[in-house]
């Protein structure tokens, strides 16, 4: 942690399966991740991590992705037309935000990390809790 208590941030680097898309974030080497227990969420193994936009820099594959939408349609469900993979999407409970798959990222940066379980099967009850997040 630095003197103002904000854990100091570093770069970790990401992509799909393939390798088509490709990213960075910037996040503590120590992280949080929610583990949501909706339905999309479940079936896909999705770990978040999520961040502001301006910590998220994709690196390449932008035309690689396809996008998927659901429900309120507020959050966009990205994944590469290649390998399938989705690596990062716009969240719904962070609309302003990137939440990442914690599971698609190079561990060289990651110190430590602790997973919180998040009950998106009741999301309108539980959204504010992910709020101060991006």
Not at 45 to 65: A, E, M, T, Y
Request: proline letters at 3%; aromatic letters at 8%; one cysteine or more.
């Amino acid at each position: 942690m630095s003197r103002s208590g904000e854990a100091k941030m570093v770069r970790h680097g990401g992509s799909c399966h393939c390798g088509a898309v490709s990213f960075e974030v910037e996040a503590p080497a120590d992280l949080e991740l929610h583990d949501c227990n909706c339905s999309i969420c479940s079936m896909t193994g999705f770990l978040h991590l999520i961040v502001p936009k301006s910590r998220f820099h994709l690196l390449g594959g932008d035309d690689q992705l396809q996008e998927y939408r659901f429900n309120t349609g507020v959050a966009r469900h990205l994944f590469c037309g290649k390998c399938g993979v989705k690596s990062f999407y716009v969240p719904r409970s962070n609309p302003d935000g990137i939440s990442v798959n914690f599971r698609c990222l190079d561990r060289g940066q990651v110190r430590s990390w602790k997973v919180l379980a998040f009950d998106g099967q009741h999301w309108e009850a539980s959204a504010a809790e992910l709020n101060h997040l991006a």
